[in-house]
């Protein structure tokens, strides 16, 4: 495995971890990508041109990617408001509608309301 895909591998295994780790509560808030760049013993510079160059995409494409990923599973899934689920992503609850309709084209109420038919 070339470094850069070994890079990009530890970076999207880190994402996947922390995002969890901030659901669950165990962490109180989401890092910045230069302080997981940190974390993974490489300059922030570095870190985003690999995964530029392995991607195509910035680093805060695939967090912000992660994100509505779980925020949807758990629209879909869970009985919590969406101010709740905003909350547990540490979002105020009207920067998280807007988040989400910015990345999604809907609102967190009405992708709920489709993904329950």
């Known amino acids: 495995m070339k470094r850069s895909e070994e890079i990009a591998r530890q970076y999207f295994d880190f994402l996947e971890n922390h995002i969890q780790r901030v659901i669950s509560g165990e962490v109180s808030e989401f890092m910045e990508v230069n302080e997981i760049a940190g974390q993974l013993a490489i300059s922030h510079k570095h870190l985003t041109d690999t995964i530029k160059k392995e ?18 599973q758990m629209l879909a899934d869970s009985d919590y408001s969406v101010a709740e689920i ?19 084209g809907i609102t967190p109420g009405d992708f709920r309301r489709s993904s329950r038919g």
């Open 55 to 72: 991607t195509g995409q910035h680093p805060c494409y695939f967090y912000d990617e992660e994100i509505i990923r779980k925020a949807k």
């Open 86 to 104: 905003a909350r547990i992503f540490t979002y105020d609850p009207s920067n998280f509608s807007k988040f989400f309709k910015k990345m999604t």
